[in-house]
């Protein structure tokens, strides 16, 4: 059997991947894909974590023009 090109392209791709830290390997998913191998309680837990943290340092009210 021929060594073919979509051969090549699969090991490289695939030797690849494991440089790749977790953030570049799902840059490109949807997030109900990088939840989906997540417990429901370790989302639930981030989730309670992202609502107690400050919007941001340094954001301000916007005055309303009148």
């Not at 699969?10 to 790749?20: A, P, S």
């Not at 390997?25 to 370790?42: D, F, K, M």
């Amino acid at each position: 059997m021929p060594y073919t090109m979509d051969d090549f392209l699969k090991e490289v791709t695939l030797e690849g991947l494991d440089k790749l830290t977790p953030e570049e390997r799902s840059r490109g998913l949807p997030a109900e894909e990088r939840l989906r191998g997540l417990p429901a309680v370790q989302i639930e837990a981030c989730l309670r974590q992202l609502r107690q943290e400050p919007k941001g340092v340094g954001a301000k009210k916007r005055k309303r023009k009148r």
